[in-house]
T-cell receptor, first 113, second 113 residues
Framework: DAGVTQSPTHLIKTRGQQVTLRCSPK?????VSWYQQALGQGPQFIFQ???????QRGNFPDRFSGHQFPNYSSELNVNALLLGDSALYLC????????????FGPGTRLTVT | QKEVEQNSGPLSVPEGAIASLNCTYS??????FFWYRQYSGKSPELIMF????GDKEDGRFTAQLNKASQYVSLLIRDSQPSDSATYLC?????????????FGSGTQLTVLP
């Protein structure tokens, strides 16, 4: 049973550029959440997708956008990158019922120079 | 006041001892509580969750929840050096239809051989 997968593993971008991160949820999961984790901090919620729609959004600017595809996979897009966007980006998948426990992928380490 | 608070540590315990990790939360209506383990450079791994008052045991791990005191803890019995990691407490808040997790900053645990 494949777990949550994310690509790429690492990424280096320049300020002002745009980036797309990808995530495939665990088999049987229908909900994808994205988190940003800065060094020494807990993950911060960006947004959650269910049924191909953004269901909830955290306190992140519109530069952060996403998409969910019919196969439940998801993308996170960040435009006009800032140095402060450097972080570990985590995708978590869950089932839309019960306690909604979330399982994380390995993450994408984004460095903005 | 932060929504989820943890002592940042570091917490050091000798091998074989009981490690006690604590977490408080501000939203009295919070519904589900999760403990994640995160090794350095890796993504968070779900250890266990709890949603009813009392204790829940899984192997060497015991989660304890006291909703009246807005307090959740994780006990690790017979601690091993391989338990050395950062432990993240996460809470599913009650606001609206919230299904995202709000994380504490984590407690760094070191188990000394």
């Amino acid at each position: 049973d494949a777990g949550v997968t994310q690509s790429p593993t690492h990424l280096i971008k320049t300020r002002g550029q745009q980036v797309t991160l990808r995530c495939s949820p665990k088999s049987g999961h229908d909900t994808v959440s994205w988190y940003q984790q800065a060094l020494g901090q807990g993950p911060q919620f960006i947004f959650q997708y269910y049924e191909e729609e953004e269901r909830q959004r955290g306190n992140f600017p519109d530069r952060f956008s996403g998409h969910q595809f019919p196969n439940y996979s998801s993308e996170l897009n960040v435009n006009a990158l800032l140095l402060g966007d450097s972080a570990l980006y985590l995708c978590a998948s869950s089932i839309n019922r019960g306690v909604y426990e979330q399982y994380f992928g390995p993450g994408t380490r984004l460095t903005v120079t | 006041q932060k929504e989820v608070e943890q002592n940042s540590g570091p917490l050091s315990v000798p091998e074989g001892a009981i490690a006690s990790l604590n977490c408080t939360y501000s939203d009295r209506g919070s519904q589900s509580f999760f403990w994640y383990r995160q090794y350095s450079g890796k993504s968070p791994e779900l250890i266990m969750f709890i949603y009813s008052n009392g204790d829940k045991e899984d192997g060497r791990f015991t989660a304890q929840l006291n909703k009246a005191s807005q307090y959740v803890s994780l006990l690790i019995r017979d601690s091993q050096p391989s338990d050395s990691a950062t432990y993240l407490c996460a809470v599913r808040l009650s606001s609206g239809s919230a299904r995202q997790l709000t994380f504490g900053s984590g407690t760094q645990l070191t188990v000394l051989p």
